[in-house]
């Protein structure tokens, strides 16, 4: 595919299966954008909350169809699991063993790889909860958490309802607002960035790219770059390869482009 429009495509935390997902903007995102290689750097079907209440529209089977062919069709896709979708746990454990991904279809599932830019630089690509302390050592209160985070999420979806019928066009996450503005939140962002950069110097690899915490970041920590792909719950991010090499966020904002395609 060297008619792609970018070499690599990053893209993390999609959560199918939740009220929260924003299946349609990432539907359009794929829509419009194509890659030789799609990473999905975990927690894309979140089975943690499908395991106690079914929820899946027909949006979210349309984002897995478009994958699927995607798949079929030349892109090389890659599943790295995350903690919303432990059903590849013991797919991770079995790669562990023999240092290589397990094909489901077209699509390798893994517990993390490496990429490779085209300028030679070496990616470390995984979720990240495995440095998450919570996660580690408190999974009762990442659930605890989780029940608080889908309450602001329902709470902002109201405001974000309320702002459209007074005519407001206003994109603003009542979550992200929450999440960055409270001191131990910002603390443990930071730390998280910081443990996974450390374990990347200490592989030896130039950078890592993760998910999981939900906070689309790129930076220079030592001498690692530090990437994190972001989400498609609020802020609907994606890192991407350019074909020289060049390492980018990408902030989709749908609205807009639907209102394109309706005025065309």
């Known amino acids: 595919m060297n008619d792609a429009r970018y070499r690599a495509i990053f893209i993390s935390d999609v959560h199918l299966g939740t009220r929260g997902c924003q299946a349609d903007r990432l539907l359009d995102f794929l829509r419009e954008h194509s890659c030789e290689q799609l990473y999905l750097v975990g927690d894309i079907i979140d089975l943690w909350r499908l395991k106690r209440r079914w929820y899946w529209p027909r949006s979210h089977n ?41 094909p489901f279809g077209d699509i390798e599932i893994m517990g993390e790889c490496v990429h490779q830019t085209v300028d030679g630089r070496r990616f470390w690509v995984i979720h990240g909860d495995q ?35 007074l005519g407001v066009r206003y994109q603003w996450s009542l979550s992200a607002y929450v999440k960055y503005h409270v001191k131990r939140a910002v603390q443990f962002i930071n730390d998280y960035e910081s443990l996974l950069a450390e374990q990347a110097l200490r592989r030896h690899y130039d950078g890592v790219i993760c998910g999981h915490i939900h906070h689309a970041e790129k930076k220079q920590i030592a001498a690692v770059q530090y990437y994190n792909s972001g989400d498609w719950v609020e802020s609907c991010t994606a890192l991407v390869e350019h074909h020289d090499g060049r390492m980018e966020i990408l902030h989709w904002n749908p609205p807009l482009v639907l209102e394109k395609r309706q005025a065309a």
Do not use: C
Not at 68 to 94: C, K, Q, T
Not at 132 to 147: F, I, K, N, S
Not at 154 to 159: A, G, K, P, Q, T
């Open 62 to 102: 349309t984002v897995i169809q478009k994958i699927l062919r995607m798949a079929r069709n030349g892109v090389r896709v890659s599943y790295i699991r995350g903690n919303h979708d432990p059903i590849f746990e013991f797919l991770s454990e079995l790669i562990l063993t023999d240092n290589s991904a397990i």
């Open 131 to 165: 440095f998450d302390a919570a996660m580690r050592y408190a999974r009762w209160l990442t659930h605890l958490g989780d029940h608080g985070y889908t309450a602001l999420l329902w709470l902002n979806h109201s405001l974000q309802r309320l702002f459209r019928v």
